[in-house]
């Protein structure tokens, strides 16, 4: 029988809430703290502010129970064994990660420390951060025999990102002191053990008993660099592919067999070889952009970096030039968009290559009607619906009439369209696919003008893609 450890977390963001939830799951105790009184009145009343699968079940398993939401952060604390600091690191004027929350967050517990605390890094951060919390700790008054600090950075998807938490990858933890590399494998014990997954009760995924989540211990500065290092080189792939698709456009190849054949390759492999409008969320732009910052805070030139930010930007503009080829002008065009996320699978709207795109059809005077399966209340928040913006909740009603359907996230939802009743309900049969959801071929067979990523583009007649009727 694993012992339960009693957790503080502070942030109820993507991180704080799923930690909150994925840790109460596996057998502890977590108080979660926010200073977002609304929030936490949603919380506790049952809602969930954030799209992410399993996580409104576990949050309504285990709340009230295992699960408690508060403001006061110096009673989290003195309640706790370990604090997690999951709290937003937003990228500053200059590139670099602002850490003024940390910076808040870990003064207030360090004013409330009265016995032994591990705190914990889970926010992605910087290298050399671990040290500053560590000194903001000391300045406070704390003796160093009362704390330390560690790094365990998350490697979570948003829209899996209860199930990379259950069945991960690795879990790394970063820690120059044996009592703290303890506690958190004591965490984490009922996972690397096996012990969840012979529960009975868990959530769906890869790992189970005999195939656990490995462990790797490290120091706080290695752990802090995987967890940029990650997700720049993930960024980097993404820019790459889309590169590659811009050449097999070009050439007349199709991206799909290429990037079947790269995946093939063990040293490869297959994920985050799909070639599309963008990387956006809340993690890669800034990620990348804060890794470059501390490369050259350090002396080290990362130009590489700078390429994968100027390809990512240079794949939307190419993007929305496709649009303009398939309409020719866009003032009064009615456009149908589906998908506004980042990506599918999440309502999250931040650094969204979708948004980017519906702005600057606006800008050129076309007339929107967009849908999401998550993330429409969060899109109005930024671009107010209007006369010529409207929000649907249904994909055919965004396609209605309109003269081109244009598609910007991967929703499953999205590629099991009925192909007819689209075709039907398109004033014209234009589809311009910015995540290659659908095979050219049978779209043609349907009768479409279908354009996408890094594929030859094709169209059922000459005359469907200057605008007339297909039936």
């Known amino acids: 029988m694993h012992q339960q450890i009693s957790i503080a977390v502070v942030g ?11 840790f109460a799951e596996i057998g502890h105790r977590v108080i979660c703290v926010d200073n977002d009184e609304a929030k ?23 709340r009230g129970h295992s699960i408690e939401f508060t403001s006061d952060l110096r009673a989290a604390t003195r309640a706790a064994q370990a604090v997690f600091i999951a ?29 032994y605390k591990i705190i914990v890094e889970k926010s992605t951060v910087p290298v050399y951060t671990n040290e500053w919390v560590r000194r903001v700790v000391e300045r406070n008054g704390v003796p160093r025999e009362l704390f330390d600090v560690a790094s365990n950075p998350e ?28 506690l958190l494998r004591r965490i984490y014990e009922p996972l690397t053990s096996g012990a969840y997954y012979r529960s009975g009760t868990t959530v769906p995924g890869c790992c189970s008993d005999a195939n656990r989540p490995p ?14 290092a990650s997700n720049a080189f993930l960024a980097t792939k993404i820019s790459f592919i889309n590169v590659v698709a811009n050449i097999c456009e070009a050439a007349g190849a199709d991206i799909e067999e290429v990037a079947r054949g790269m995946g093939m390759d063990t040293r490869i492999g297959p994920k985050f070889l799909r070639a599309g409008v963008g990387y956006g969320g809340s993690c890669f732009p800034k990620d990348v952009a804060a890794f470059r910052h501390v490369a050259e805070q350090l002396g080290v030139d990362f130009g590489l970096l700078k390429e994968v930010e100027k390809v ?3 794949q939307k503009r190419r993007f929305f030039q496709k649009v303009r080829s398939a309409l020719w002008t866009f003032r009064g065009k009615k456009i149908g968009v589906l998908g506004l996320a980042f990506k599918g699978g999440t309502d999250d709207i931040r650094e969204s290559p979708a948004l980017d795109v519906v702005r600057q059809l606006l800008h050129e005077g076309s007339i929107i009607t967009a849908y999401d399966p998550a993330a429409t209340e969060r899109a109005k928040e930024v671009i107010p619906p209007a006369q010529n913006m409207r929000y649907v909740d249904d994909p055919y009603a965004a396609a209605q009439d309109a003269d081109a359907l244009v598609i910007l996230n991967e929703w499953q939802e999205f590629a099991e369209l ?20 659908f095979d050219p071929a049978k779209m043609t067979e349907h009768g479409f003008t279908y354009l996408s990523v890094g594929r030859p583009g094709l169209s059922h007649t000459r005359d469907a893609a200057v605008g007339q009727r297909v039936t």
Request: with cysteine; aromatic share 6%.
């Open 312 to 314: 990512n930007e240079e």
């Open 40 to 62: 936490l009145r949603t919380l506790e009343a049952g809602g969930v502010p954030i799209h992410e699968e399993y996580l409104p079940e576990l949050l309504s398993r285990h």
């Open 418 to 437: 009925d192909l007819k009743r689209l075709h039907y309900t398109l004033r014209y049969p234009i589809v311009i696919d910015g995540r290659n959801l």
């Open 12 to 22: 109820s963001g993507y991180v704080g809430l799923v930690a909150t939830a994925c």
């Open 87 to 115: 709290v937003g690191t937003p990228q500053s004027r200059t590139g670099s990660a602002d850490l003024s929350y940390v910076d808040a967050v870990a003064s207030e517990i360090a004013r409330s420390i009265d016995e």
């Open 155 to 182: 490697f979570l998807r948003e829209g899996t990102a209860v199930a990379d938490f259950i069945h991960a990858d690795r879990i790394v933890i970063g820690t120059d002191s044996d009592r703290a590399a303890d």
């Open 215 to 228: 462990l790797l211990q490290t120091s706080t500065k290695a752990a802090e660099i995987i967890k940029h």
